[in-house]
């Protein structure tokens, strides 16, 4: 989230009237995140969030919807969109898509204040989203495949200042290894892509909603387990293996890892560190703003993250691939193998 189209008080009254909102009470620019506009709106109806796509276009747009309306049917607790009074969900302001979401009730969390079993829902609410997506047949394209990152890195490196050439160096050796190490052959569906702690709202230890499907699409589920160690697991320069250890209990109650996997879950791990390096560098350092507009995010952040996974820094990581080699359990994964196939 963040602020980049302005919109002020006539053109927030009269899109609350066009979905039928009753009259504006209040209405706020929301700063967090980094790439779309959104605003924060109390009307007579209750409360929502209005949110303009600065990147994607209608097409990708219609697909987040769909994929959206989708999940809620599945009673998954991701954003419902709002339709306005033609039954339309979405409107074009300035060659940009608007769109209208109910407003979910509950507290955001940072990853310090993340216990032991809200860590576990997180686990559990993820599976369950690679569970139910099984079952979404479109097609939504993955812009955070290794390739499509390989090709923002080539582009954020030409910019880079000449002091960072020791990031730099770091970047290119890790897209060589990636490359040739990389496993693509692996269980994929839809993936949240980007589930960090700022997008989840909790209300005690149950999860109430999952924000931001942005960056969701078709993926490696083990990549979207991944991204969320590299977010929640990750404390004081460190892995934590008590976090790991319960974020994954979660998960594999729902939906347990294959042996491939675990094998390359540390890849994984190294790809996710990857991707949000580059595209930080190249969302926040090579294009800052303000931070009443935004909330401004460091590169470095993730990129110590990857030092970490590349064994050049301490931090943790010894823990977390004892687990991940002695993780498989064949006889939990034969178990549930056998219930899938009789509820077949």
């Known amino acids: 989230m963040a602020v980049y189209t302005v919109l002020d008080r006539k053109d927030l009254s009269s899109i609350a009237a066009e979905y039928g909102l009753g009259r504006l009470i209040k209405s706020e620019g929301v700063s967090a995140g980094s790439v779309n506009t959104f605003y924060l709106l109390e009307t007579a109806r209750g409360r929502f969030f209005l949110k303009i796509d600065e990147v994607k276009g209608e097409p990708e747009v219609k697909r987040e919807i769909d994929l959206l309306l989708f999940l809620r049917r599945h009673r998954f607790p991701c954003p ?27 507290k955001i969390l940072t990853p310090p204040e993340l216990a032991l079993p809200q860590l576990k829902n997180v686990g559990k609410v993820l599976a369950d989203l690679h569970r139910v997506g099984r079952g979404y047949k479109k097609g939504i394209e993955n812009r955070f495949s290794f390739e499509r990152v390989v090709e923002l890195y ?19 050796e890790e897209v060589d290894y990636l490359h040739h190490y990389l496993e693509e052959t692996l269980p ?13 709202i909790f ?25 969320a160690v590299n977010a929640l697991c990750y404390k004081d320069h460190r892995f934590v293996l008590g976090a790991f250890e319960a974020l994954m209990s979660g998960y594999e109650s729902v939906n347990p890892l294959s042996l491939v996997e675990w094998d390359a879950f540390p890849n994984e791990l190294r790809f996710s560190a990857l ?35 590349r064994r050049e820094r301490e931090g943790g990581i010894e823990g977390l691939l004892m687990v991940m080699a002695t993780g498989y359990d064949y006889r939990k994964y034969q178990k549930v193998k056998a219930s899938e196939k009789n509820t077949e």
């Open 154 to 172: 080539r582009g954020v490196r030409e910019r880079l200042p000449t002091y960072l050439k020791k990031v730099t160096r770091t970047l290119d």
């Open 188 to 200: 994929q569906g839809i993936i949240h892509g980007d589930l960090f702690a700022d997008n989840l």
């Open 80 to 106: 419902q969109p709002i339709s306005d009074k033609k039954g339309r969900f979405l409107h074009e302001l300035g060659g940009k898509c608007l769109s209208l979401y109910r407003y979910i009730t509950g």
């Open 203 to 227: 209300r005690g230890e149950r999860i109430a909603g999952v924000l931001d499907f942005e960056a969701a699409g078709r993926g490696k589920f083990i990549f979207d387990l991944a991204t």
């Open 275 to 309: 991707r949000f390096t580059v595209t930080r560098l190249k969302d926040f350092f090579l294009n800052p703003m303000e931070s009443e507009r935004r909330e401004n995010k460091d590169f470095r952040e993730f990129f110590e993250r990857l030092q970490v996974l």
